[in-house]
């Protein structure tokens, strides 16, 4: 289970983020501040594994938190209505970004990403949870072949099931390992090991063919061949 805090100067904003680590299955909210001492204090006294953090505070800007509490050496996801305030995030070195209104698919990614990073690397292989309906489904990474996306629906092949969840393309490329998978498609992301063949239009996953957009097809030839094919 990963522990988090929040630490934001508008309580509806520390409620969205309350809602929406009640839907997932590893994440665990324990806190809300609205004061950075008491944020502070709960660093130093109880268990935080991620902070979600404003960048606009009244008393102390989040970046000037963050800096503060370097030495804690503990992961941050920033929160902001701010886009052009994600260089200066990112440039500390956090997890994520998110930008408010915060949607789910990107709370749960940043989360996924989070999880990866602090939790000891479990036996066996590597996994995502994805949401399908009211369940949440634990999908093993190294089984997928092939993601394919009807708008915000997202349809994950497994080599013996198909999982469907609520979620957009970019994000979902952005929570799987990015040596192991590529877009080859507006609509279709594909495991590098499940390519069978490369046509100049398409590929062959398996015994399935998948379009192959001419502005992706370079990108794959690198990533397979390591240089183009003419």
Known sequence: MLHAIALDDEPAALEVLQRYAAK???????????????????????????????????????????????????????????????VEGFSLQALDYLLKPIEFGRFL??????????????????SIFVKDGYDWIRVNVEQVLY????????????QDRQVSTRMTITDMLATLPAQEFIRVHKSYIVALKAIRKIERHQVTVGTVPIPLAESYREALQNRLLKKPVR
């Open 24 to 86: 997932v299955p590893f994440m665990q909210l324990t806190h809300t501040f609205l004061s950075t001492s008491e944020a502070l204090a709960c660093l130093h006294t109880q268990r935080v594994d991620l902070l979600f953090l404003d960048i606009e505070m009244p008393d102390v800007r989040g970046v000037d938190f963050a800096r503060l509490i370097a030495p804690l050496q503990k992961p941050i996801v920033f929160t902001t209505a701010y886009a052009e305030h994600a």
């Open 109 to 126: 990614q940043a989360c996924n990403r989070a999880y990866a990073h602090v939790m000891p690397a479990p036996e066996g292989p590597p």
């Open 147 to 158: 993601i394919q996306s009807d708008t915000n629906l997202l349809f994950i092949q497994e």
